[in-house]
Structures are given as C-alpha cells and as structure tokens.
C-alpha cells in the first residue's frame, strides 16, 4: 500500500497537464496586438493555494487571460491589475484578504475566486460593500447561496448529484454511499442532497465525511462497503479521491461496486493514476466540456494557457472555470465607458449578462439580477475512465437535485433554457 500511494503521489505531483496543446493563436479582447497602457482597472481574487492543497488552478487561468487581455488592449486601453490573495485555507485570514482588496485597493469586481473558506467569510462582506464575485470554484454552500456570488462551475452537490443521477439512470443503483470531505457546508451538504434523492427514490443510502489527508483510506472503503451499495459517489478533491481508489481496488472492491465522483476528480492525470483496474468502472461528472475538446473556446483557453500561463499551470476543470469566469468579467466591462467603470458599474453589467455562450459550457451562462443566490451553471456530463484517458459517456443533462427547485423556476420564469 505504501509503495503504491508512494508511486501515486509521484504522479500526481507532476502536474503539466497539458490537454494536447493548442495550435492557434491565443483570442483576447479587441485582438489588437498592443498593449494596454492606460489607468489599471483592480480586480481581486482570493483562492486557498496554501493549505492542505493546492486550490488555485482557477485563479492562475483567469490570470493567464487578463495576461492575454492586457496584451490586446485591455478594456478599451486600460489593463487588468488582477490581485490574487492566498487565504490559506483558513476564514480568518480569507475575511482579512476580501478587506484589503475590496477597501484598501479599490476593486471593482472580484473574479476567479476559488476556496473552501472565503464564501463563508466573506459573503456578507461582499454584498455590503455592493461588489460582485464571478467566482472560479464555489465550494461551500454559502458560495451558491449569496446574492453577491455568482460561480461558474455548478458547485460539489450539483456536480455529486449529476453523478448520481447518472448511476441511477445508466448503472442502475439500488443502495449508495457518499464520501465527501468533512468540511462545513461542503461534504454533508454534498452529501444530504444524495441523501435526499435516495429518500425520493426510495432506495438504502448513507454518509461517510472523513477529514482530507489524515483518513486511513482502507478503513474508509470498508465501512463504505460494510453496507453492500451498489454505487459509491466521492466528493473528495483528486489528492483525496486517488488514495481511496486504490485502498479499494486492493480490497477488490472495483469489481463489486460501481464508483462514481463529482467533478473535483475530473483531471486528465487521473486515469493513467489509477491505472487499468478502474477501465470502465470510475465514472466522474464534467461541470464544463472535455478537457480536450477540440471546439473553439476550448482551444482557445488551452492557447491562452499555452502561450499566457505557466508549463506548470493544471490544464484542469478549475483552470476552465477560472478562464470562463475572466471572459465573463471582460464581456461585462467592455460594455461600460472605460472612464465610467465603477464598483457600481461593473456589478451592474456583470448583473445584465442573461446569456453568455461558450462551448465549454454546457448551457449559456446568466448572472440572475436581483436573485437571492446563483447557480446558472447545473447541466453537466459525465464520463469513464478507459485506457488511461477519459471518455465522454453522456450528453449534457440537467443535475437532478431537488435543492434546485428555485433555480429551474426562475429560469422558467426569465425564458432561459439549460
């Protein structure tokens, strides 16, 4: 076991996913080839880089994009001064960071964010300093409950439950166990979602929350199998969920149970990781498109990332959310005269954005002006591991999650279809 995790984290340390790479030109801004030179406009962002992982792949895309931005003319001539601050895992310190950016250097919007603490700390700061956050990677509940934050990616129980929903569907699940990370409002709220939709469905489910780098993987996956599920849906990040794998790979658990995980373990490195003995039984859901889509947009953040970020810059699902969450951001301030952007202003255009399109999502992106809290992005896909890559084994489906109910009826309401 040791030899093995041993070899896992060698792995998974080496990091340069690069998604095959893009051949054309990186596509930012006005396209003009000059650099911005005029008066910088603040954007902050807080991710949790130190800590028991690192958690900042969305604010190191968004940055390799303002990067590209500012060498196209930023917005009308200004650039982005894009502050990113590590929270360290830690609240205290995530509410100290949201004061220093928002009060002391002036941010107009807060973009990329992408932490297990700051939504928690930080979100009623947020609204009363009247900012806006188009966050990266929301965690935590408070970051999809809070009229202020507005997340790309659908969040660790829309993303569980479109798992779920799709070992139900497609795997044929009668009884499930959920892991998730024993993290506040993070793996119990996950978690209680698959709970509720086994209640409504009327089958056997329980919930295992373990403390991420300190759980004894093997003892985990036995309690989980002492139940005899049919399925068991992780929530861990990828460092977590990998351990967990192979404990229950050595207990020959793969070929009695069906695993299946939210999006965190969606990484290119994980297959190979992993190895054959998962080949068509670790399915994982897709919060954005293939991560080697060959698609337009998709090529677009792999040149951008190629050619504005770091060799070693994950080339993952967050770095995705991180580059949508900065296009976002660069469509709302576009639309404001560049000697007129305010806090004010810019939280208003990001509120007017009701259809933003990129084939890296599966359904157009909306803000939801006026709306108690925002979970636009809650169609996903799913795919298998096989041959030590991914395969894409659904078309995009609406997360089955009952805790959705006011967001599928406001969409109704506004004419938006997922």
Same mark, same amino acid.
């Given at each position: 076991m040791k030899l093995r995790l041993a070899a896992i984290a060698a792995g998974l340390a080496f990091i340069v996913m690069s998604a095959g790479g893009a051949s054309a030109a990186a596509v930012c801004g006005e396209g003009t080839g000059q650099a911005a030179t005029g008066e910088p406009i603040v954007i902050g962002a807080?991710? !949790?880089?130190? !800590?028991p992982d690192d958690f900042s792949n969305s604010t190191r895309a968004a940055k390799a994009y303002f990067d590209c931005l500012n060498a196209n003319g930023g917005i009308h001539g200004r650039p982005v001064q894009y502050m990113v601050e590590d929270d360290q895992w830690n609240p205290e310190i995530a509410a100290q960071l949201a004061a220093k950016l928002v009060d *002391?250097?002036?941010?107009?919007?807060m973009v990329g964010n992408s932490s297990f603490v700051e939504c928690g700390a930080n979100a009623d700061?947020?609204?009363?300093? !009247?900012?806006t956050v188009v966050a990266g990677v929301g965690v935590p509940r408070e970051c999809f409950f809070a009229?202020?934050?507005?997340?790309?990616n659908a969040g660790p129980r829309v993303s569980m439950l479109g798992a779920m929903g799709y070992a139900l569907d497609q795997l044929g699940a009668k009884s499930v166990v959920c892991i998730g990370p024993n993290i506040p409002n993070v793996g119990s709220w996950s978690c209680d979602g698959v709970m509720l939709l086994a209640k409504e469905k009327g089958f056997p489910a329980s919930t295992i929350l373990i403390d991420q780098g300190s759980a004894d993987s093997t003892s985990v996956m036995l309690q989980a199998a002492s139940s005899n599920p049919d399925v068991i849906v992780l929530g861990m990040s990828k460092g977590s969920a990998v351990p967990l794998l192979v404990a229950a790979e050595e207990q020959g658990l793969n070929e009695k149970i069906k695993?299946?995980?939210?999006?965190?373990?969606?990484d290119l490195s994980v297959p190979e990781t992993i190895g054959p003995g998962w080949d068509g039984k670790f399915y994982v859901n897709m919060e954005f498109n293939d991560l080697e889509a060959t698609t337009p *947009?998709?090529?677009? /953040?792999? @040149?951008?990332? *190629?050619?504005?970020?770091q060799k070693s810059d994950p080339r993952d699902t967050f770095a995705q959310a991180g580059y949508l969450a900065?296009?976002?951001a660069e469509k709302a301030l576009m639309s404001i005269d560049p000697a007129n952007i305010t806090r004010e202003?810019? !939280?208003?255009?990001?509120? *007017?954005?009701? @259809?933003?399109?990129? %084939?890296?999502?599966? @359904?157009? /992106?909306?803000?939801?002006? %006026?709306?108690?809290r925002h979970n636009a992005n809650s169609t996903t896909r799913m795919a298998v591991s096989e041959g030590g890559k991914w395969k894409v084994v659904s078309d995009c489906a609406p997360s089955p999650d009952p805790e959705l109910a006011d967001i599928r009826a406001f969409e109704k309401s506004a004419g938006i279809t997922q």
């Open positions: 807080i991710t !949790g880089k130190t !800590g *002391d250097q002036k941010a107009v919007l700061f947020y609204k009363k300093s !009247g900012i009229s202020a934050i507005a997340p790309t695993f299946v995980s939210a999006a965190s373990a969606y *947009d998709n090529q677009n /953040w792999l @040149a951008v990332m *190629d050619e504005y970020g900065a296009r976002i202003t810019a !939280g208003k255009a990001v509120a *007017d954005i009701k @259809a933003f399109e990129s %084939d890296i999502f599966c @359904a157009p /992106w909306y803000f939801g002006a %006026d709306q108690p």
